[in-house]
């Protein structure tokens, strides 16, 4: 194996015993180096650099009102200096589970502003994400804001520091939001160094359970604020992002460690999503940029317009985080009147973007945030448009996976390429197409089809808003494919023969058509503002039964149960 291809197994020791192994090949993260691609500044003072040079700028805007720059920094440096009254400080894990709001951000730069490494994750998942990422992370602290994770916190021995923005704290867990330190915490020099990891990416994935991905502050403010600059077109004015995701999740950590620390533009937010209350805060908040998942977008375009309602502030929609359909496309432009840029990427370490959505194209790879490439099953590479899985190298590219070498081995090739389990193709013109998940297939009778394959043909519908495909168990061949969606308010609720002749006449294959489908008034959400796989697929499978004839469209009110089924 030669120099150029060498992993550095350097490791980051976190005070509780996490090992994080640097995995992205030593002479690849020079060649960046020497590029300008990865900065070597961490975090926090990126942040102080633009808090002392712009104090007034407008930092972070919530439903409280406006934090500026010079505020946001104090705050930040009134939680760092809780934070090491409490024993913590470089070397630890500090866990956040906050509503979007200034508190959350300013947590989050407290945590770099120690040399410590933050692991947010989103609200509304439960007491068994506390449990399993504090324990998989060893963290030494924690904010945590719901009386379960507060008790889930309470059995781990090494935690610790608890704290709480809960007016009923649990015993021994500590004001965040009200609480004046006994000292002032001074920062002295880079906390951290530019290499040493930063915050730890939580994504559910297809794992079992949620798995943890660890970005340095180069990969940061190198490789994901380079795709930030890019959508946004710098240098082009004040930049105001609308961030309508979880600024814990994946997706949302565009927000705090680059939106503010490396680019110091303006950060909007809100505490839950709704789309009226979204729509209120373009009118309102004016930004530049809404970032949000395709089923966001949907809701606040498909909503009456508001009296006066200007949006002539914003230079584009940005959707991420799943397929955008190209109805939802159209009906943001025409709704918006901006390009609507769509983003394919995950927290694994790959990203590829487009202001021009047109089927399957996900956009040309930037190098300066990842260097993309399609590899057949035998490792070797594809030829042009030949499909192959997508694999990713670049100043983007994460350290490793926390705590779980088997998903380095599963997900890391020996040279560093990173794995996505995504089946792709680049076109002559370097165009990389998305053509679905490798291992997200329903296997009908031996015959394999890909559900984003359907799910992108139905996007095309005018008169459906969302769409997803799940599978539902059948004697005869093992699953069938049913295509849940919602329908265009106003529009006719589809039937299943309607549907199938959309498909038809885009030229899908019959036998990958749905057999059944589900008709609802709205699909679920996760807590990072995508549909819910889990529970449409047991709503599914709960209305079809095992009576239900392939052709059926079945209606669905989730608070009433089935209304109406259907035959052909």
């Known amino acids: 194996m030669t120099a150029t291809h060498t992993v550095r197994e350097a490791l980051w020791r976190s005070r509780n015993g996490l090992d994080l192994p640097d995995r992205v090949p030593l002479a690849d993260r020079r060649a960046w180096e020497a590029q300008g691609l990865c900065p070597d500044t961490d975090l926090f003072t990126l942040f102080r650099r633009h808090a002392l040079a712009s104090p007034g700028r407008e930092a972070v805007v919530d439903e409280r009102g406006t934090v500026s720059y010079g505020e946001l920094y104090a705050e930040v440096l009134r939680i760092a200096a809780l934070f090491a009254e409490a024993g913590l400080g470089a070397r630890d894990v500090i866990a956040l589970r906050l509503a979007n709001g200034r508190l959350a951000a300013a947590a989050e730069l407290a945590v770099y502003a120690l040399g410590a490494v933050a692991?947010?994750?989103?609200?509304?998942?439960?007491?068994?994400?506390?449990?399993?990422?504090?324990?998989?992370?060893?963290?030494?602290?924690?904010?945590?804001?719901?009386?379960?994770?507060?008790?889930?916190?309470?059995?781990?021995?090494?935690?610790?520091?608890?704290?709480?923005?809960?007016?009923?704290?649990?015993?021994?867990?500590?004001?965040?939001?009200?609480?004046?330190?006994?000292?002032?915490?001074?920062?002295?020099g880079p906390p951290a160094e530019a290499t040493a990891p930063a915050r730890l990416l939580v994504s559910s994935g297809s794992e079992a359970e949620p798995k943890m991905v660890a970005y340095s502050h180069q990969a940061m403010a190198g490789g994901r604020a380079a795709y930030l600059r890019a959508l946004a077109g710098l240098p082009a004015g004040p930049l105001?992002?609308?961030?309508?995701?979880?600024?814990?999740?994946?997706?949302?950590?565009?927000?705090?460690?680059?939106?503010?620390?490396?680019?110091?533009?303006?950060?909007?937010?809100?505490?839950?999503?709704?789309?009226?209350?979204?729509?209120?805060a373009v009118v309102e908040h004016r930004p530049?940029?809404?970032?949000?998942?395709?089923?966001?977008?949907?809701?606040?375009?498909?909503?009456p317009r508001l009296p006066g309602e200007d949006t002539s502030c914003l230079r584009a929609v940005v959707s991420s985080g799943a397929a955008l359909p190209a109805s939802t496309a159209t009906a943001c432009r025409e709704r918006f009147g901006v390009p609507v840029v769509t983003v394919y990427g995950s927290s694994d370490?790959?990203?590829?973007?487009?202001?021009?959505?047109?089927?399957?194209?996900?956009?040309?790879?930037?190098?300066?945030?990842?260097?993309?490439?399609?590899?057949?099953?035998?490792?070797?590479?594809?030829?042009?448009?030949?499909?192959?899985?997508?694999?990713?190298?670049?100043?983007?590219?994460?350290?490793?996976?926390?705590?779980?070498?088997?998903?380095?081995?599963?997900?890391?090739?020996?040279?560093?390429?990173?794995?996505?389990?995504?089946?792709?193709?680049?076109?002559?013109?370097?165009?990389?197409?998305?053509?679905?998940?490798?291992?997200?297939?329903?296997?009908?009778?031996?015959?394999?089809?890909?559900?984003?394959?359907?799910?992108?043909?139905?996007?095309?519908?005018?008169?459906?808003?969302?769409?997803?495909?799940?599978?539902?168990?059948?004697?005869?061949?093992?699953?069938r494919l049913c295509a849940c969606v919602r329908p265009v308010p106003g529009a006719p609720a589809p039937v299943l023969d309607t549907v199938t002749s959309h498909l038809e006449a885009l030229g899908l294959e019959r036998r990958k058509f749905p057999e059944y489908l589900l008709v609802l008034e709205r699909l679920p959400l996760r807590p990072t503002g995508k549909v819910c796989r889990r529970t449409v697929t047991g709503w599914a499978v709960e209305a079809l039964g095992a009576g239900t004839p392939p052709g059926a469209t079945v209606h669905v009110n989730p608070r009433q149960n089935i209304s109406l089924i259907q035959g052909k």
């Open 288 to 303: 530049t940029h809404v970032f949000a998942v395709p089923t966001m977008l949907r809701r606040m375009a498909d909503l």
């Open 349 to 479: 370490g790959v990203n590829c973007h487009t202001a021009a959505p047109a089927g399957d194209i996900a956009g040309t790879p930037d190098p300066a945030v990842a260097v993309i490439r399609i590899v057949r099953p035998d490792g070797s590479p594809a030829a042009t448009g030949e499909p192959g899985e997508i694999q990713a190298k670049g100043p983007m590219t994460p350290l490793c996976y926390v705590g779980a070498p088997e998903l380095d081995a599963r997900y890391r090739t020996a040279t560093g390429w990173v794995r996505t389990g995504d089946l792709g193709a680049l076109d002559e013109a370097g165009r990389l197409r998305v053509l679905g998940r490798l291992k997200n297939v329903v296997i009908r009778g031996g015959y394999t089809i890909s559900p984003a394959e359907v799910e992108h043909e139905l996007g095309t519908d005018p008169g459906i808003a969302e769409a997803v495909c799940v599978p539902v168990p059948d004697e005869e061949f093992g699953e």
């Open 119 to 188: 692991l947010p994750y989103p609200l509304g998942g439960g007491i068994r994400d506390t449990r399993t990422l504090l324990a998989r992370s060893r963290a030494g602290g924690a904010v945590l804001s719901e009386a379960g994770d507060l008790e889930a916190a309470a059995e781990l021995p090494w935690l610790r520091a608890v704290f709480t923005v809960s007016s009923g704290a649990a015993t021994g867990a500590r004001r965040l939001d009200r609480a004046t330190p006994g000292r002032t915490f001074r920062p002295s």
């Open 240 to 280: 105001r992002f609308l961030v309508l995701v979880p600024l814990a999740s994946s997706y949302g950590s565009l927000g705090v460690p680059v939106a503010l620390a490396a680019l110091g533009a303006t950060l909007i937010v809100r505490g839950r999503f709704d789309a009226a209350d979204a729509l209120r």
